[in-house]
T-cell receptor, first 117, second 116 residues
Framework: AQKITQTQPGMFVQEKEAVTLDCTYD???????LFWYKQPSSGEMIFLIY??????QNATEGRYSLNFQKARKSANLVISASQLGDSAMYFC??????????????FGKGTKLSVKP | ETGVTQTPRHLVMGMTNKKSLKCEQH?????MYWYKQSAKKPLELMFV???????ENNSVPSRFSPECPNSSHLFLHLHTLQPEDSALYLC???????????????FGPGTRLTVL
């Protein structure tokens, strides 16, 4: 069965510093997609970044990058130059199939990031 | 309107009331989803509609009844709910068909439901 583990219930980071949010996953499939979402206190889930299991390069989107270590089954999110607006819940998610095209999107329990001024 | 919209944003209802949550997506997607997010729990998938047909029903109690009249609209009809149904209900959509397409789901802002 698929499983997503986020071991950090809460994290603090100083403004302008980088922070890494951990995510490990469990699947027996070779083809899958990994996603990170941000959920501010307003409630909306905002898609941040995607990594495909066959992608050789780590995904990057602006200040977000994904540290993908396939052998370790980890997909950590790195946020560089943290901003106060980055304070939110962050969810790691996985879906099987190329591009994450099959089955259900499975979410971790999330990490609450607080950015200190 | 852009993206995925949900109405109402907040809803308070008694256990004997009947209400409906509405979701609309303006992205041209062909799949829509209902999720429930309770405090300190992972998101729970409730229903999936692909090409307007229900393809997933995750053992959701019958007091929740989904409706998908077309690919842009999704409803969740509520009746005789329980206090433990109080949660944030999130709607999402995605494009499920297409070569090389990344199947990320785009979420609406959610409806925060309180059942008294």
């Amino acid at each position: 069965a698929q499983k997503i583990t986020q071991t950090q219930p809460g994290m603090f980071v100083q403004e302008k510093e980088a922070v890494t949010l951990d995510c490990t996953y469990d699947t027996s499939d070779q083809s899958y997609g990994l996603f990170w979402y941000k959920q501010p206190s307003s409630g909306e889930m905002i898609f941040l970044i995607y990594q495909g299991s066959y992608d050789e390069q780590n995904a990057t989107e602006g200040r977000y990058s994904l540290n993908f270590q396939k052998a370790r089954k980890s997909a950590n999110l790195v946020i560089s130059a943290s901003q106060l607006g980055d304070s939110a819940m962050y969810f790691c998610a996985m879906r099987e199939g190329y591009g994450g095209s099959q089955g259900n999107l499975i979410f971790g329990k999330g990490t609450k990031l607080s950015v200190k001024p | 309107e852009t993206g995925v919209t949900q109405t109402p944003r907040h809803l308070v209802m008694g256990m004997t009331n009947k209400k409906s949550l509405k979701c609309e997506q303006h992205l041209g997607h062909n799949a829509m989803y209902w999720y429930k997010q309770s405090a300190k729990k992972p998101l729970e998938l409730m229903f999936v509609y692909s090409l307007e047909e229900r393809v997933e029903n995750n053992s959701v109690p019958s007091r929740f009844s989904p409706e998908c009249p077309n690919s842009s609209h999704l409803f969740l009809h509520l009746h005789t709910l329980q206090p433990e149904d109080s949660a944030l209900y999130l709607c999402a959509s995605s494009q499920e068909i297409g070569a090389g397409v990344v199947h990320e789901q785009f979420f609406g802002p959610g409806t925060r439901l309180t059942v008294l």
